[in-house]
């Protein structure tokens, strides 16, 4: 029985990886070019602590590599390593066979093992996996001690799990409870695409979920009652993201051209969005700068069953009109104290780019970006200055600007997928097709999260990609999707689509799709050639 658990055990993936990388350096695989040392192999040891299904991926590993490369006093080594972590796992199953099979095999120390999705193989997975266990040990300890749960509570019922972004979903993460046969439990949901894409911090996620799960599971049904801008205002503290999104906020507002004022709306607005996390976030932290304690106050109101509005009031000592008003005025003042320096140079550089004057808007654009001192300002200029330099044509420059914006920045600034949208378009100017190739294949793949508009616009031009390399079949797919959305290139889409027909003689389907035309476009300059391409029925 024991020897079954230890077969089957999911358990090991955090030291499974050093294994195989121990392994791969012994076999001279050219990734691992340095041969380890006895210092390497005793720090990899140190590092490896026991859990189910250790004894046999050791000795399994060990013995393949002892067939590669021995006589290799290491891989002997690693073997004796292993028929010792072996008999230890076998003593300890029989002393204690409860702990042994406490976990189901999916789990690991509140972590979901089952994810294997369209990243499972990617080194930057693995390192996040690698480093999960303690960032969600720390995501823990930073909520209990924000919140004021006791230690004693058992409220860190929860797991962490990874999953692709299901069609429609617009979140970085999410948490969801699970009525359970002893106790209820949280499940803290990380969408893989925002990891891939650069765009989150998988620390600062995982504490703003955390924050939510451990709240809902101290609450109960209470927790139902709280309005969005409580539950994210304590979540976004809680998780120390004011600066982060203060950033983002004002970010978008300069690209946008908007006052500071349309960040403040009020508090309790019931139309609550991400832009509104900024202004939440702030609330409770001029609430718990006002009151020592407040937070941890306030939770423990509201656990005694006190409602949300009735909680701030005793635990501030002011009516939650009055806070709002006065929160007004420091969450105007503070934002305004958070404004660039290179503010109105970016607005000067903004209004040049739009009245198409790319000549001056790219100078003054280069300068902001290449300032440390622009803070925020740097990501939008960026973006900006490839915008500007591709509009120029000048594409190699602008490749550059569109890499840095996606390969340097951790920051959700809303036009990421934009700008990796144009960097593929840019290295296809330049026919460096297969860079251009793994870019567009990059945005389908980590940018599903990006608007119809944008993704048809994207499937067109790798459409066309395609068909410069003479794959027609596939290009075809890309075309039958981009006349399917609204978007700029939908006619030239249209086109592609029954040209293809046409090659095929599939006559029938090209007056079909002919007929849509006309319906669609019937100014188009293409309808005449398309006329003459596809015969009649009785041609």
């Not at 249209?494 to 476009?521: G, N, P, T």
Request: charged share 30%; with cysteine; aromatic share 12%.
């Amino acid at each position: 029985m024991c020897a079954i658990m230890l077969a089957e055990s999911n358990y090991t993936f955090k030291w499974v990886a050093t294994v195989r990388y121990f392994a791969r350096r012994n076999t001279g695989d050219p990734g691992c070019k340095r041969a380890p040392t006895n210092h390497h192999l005793c720090m990899t040891y140190r590092k490896l602590s026991w859990a189910p299904g250790t004894a046999d991926v050791l000795a399994r590993k060990s013995r393949q590599t002892s067939r590669l490369t021995a006589p290799n006093y290491r891989c002997r080594l690693l073997e004796t390593v292993s028929k010792i972590f072996s008999i230890a796992s076998f003593f300890l199953c029989l002393c204690f066979p409860a702990s042994a099979s406490a976990q189901s095999p999916e789990e690991f120390e509140g972590i979901e093992l089952g994810y294997s999705g369209k990243y499972s193989g990617e080194a930057f997975f693995q390192r996040i996996l690698l480093n999960l266990r303690d960032s969600r040990r720390s995501a823990v300890e930073n909520a209990r001690q924000f919140l004021g749960i006791p230690t004693e509570a058992q409220e860190d019922v929860f797991i962490v799990r990874f999953e692709d972004l299901p069609e429609g979903v617009r979140l970085f993460g999410r948490t969801s409870s699970e009525e359970g046969s002893e106790v209820a439990r949280e499940t803290v949901t990380l969408y893989t695409e925002y990891l891939a894409s650069n765009l989150v911090d998988v620390q600062e996620e995982l504490d703003h979920e955390v924050v939510h799960a451990l709240l809902r599971l101290y609450l109960g049904g209470l927790y139902r009652d709280l309005p969005a801008f409580v539950r994210e205002g304590l979540a976004v503290l809680g998780a120390n993201q004011i600066e982060s999104r203060t950033k983002i906020a004002l970010a978008e507002i300069a690209y946008q051209d908007r006052e500071i004022a349309s960040l403040l709306d009020g508090v309790d607005d019931p139309d609550h969005g991400l832009e509104d996390y900024v202004e939440e976030g702030l609330f409770f932290s001029y609430l718990a700068g006002s009151v020592e304690g407040f937070v941890q106050t306030f939770v423990r109101e509201l656990k005694s069953g006190t409602p949300w509005r009735e909680s701030i009031e005793k635990v501030s000592g002011a009516t939650f009109d009055d806070l709002k008003a006065e929160f007004e005025t420091f969450a105007k003042a503070h934002l305004e104290s958070e404004v660039s320096t290179r503010a109105e140079d970016f607005k000067t550089a903004r209004a040049a780019y739009t009245d198409g004057d790319d000549a001056s808007a790219s100078d003054m654009l280069k300068k902001i970006a290449d300032d440390e001192n622009a803070g925020y300002l740097i990501v939008p200029a960026t973006y900006l200055l490839g915008k500007s330099l591709y509009r120029a044509r000048k594409y190699s420059e602008s490749v550059d600007a569109f890499k840095r914006v996606r390969g340097e920045f951790k920051f959700f600034f809303p036009y990421q997928d934009d700008s990796q949208y144009y960097l593929a378009k840019a290295l296809l100017q330049l026919r460096r097709l297969r860079d251009s190739e793994l870019e567009f294949i990059r945005f389908e793949r980590d940018f599903v999260f990006a608007p119809d508009t944008l993704k048809a616009q994207a499937a067109y031009f790798h459409g066309e990609l395609l068909n410069r390399q003479g794959r027609e079949i596939e290009a075809l797919s890309k075309y039958e999707f981009a006349r399917s959305v609204e978007q700029p290139y939908r006619d030239d889409a249209y086109f592609r689509c029954i040209e293809a027909s046409v090659a095929q003689e599939d006559f029938e389907k090209a007056r079909a799709l002919l007929a849509e035309f006309r319906e669609l476009f019937e100014n188009s300059s293409l309808l005449e050639h398309l006329e003459e391409l596809v015969p009649d029925e009785e041609g």
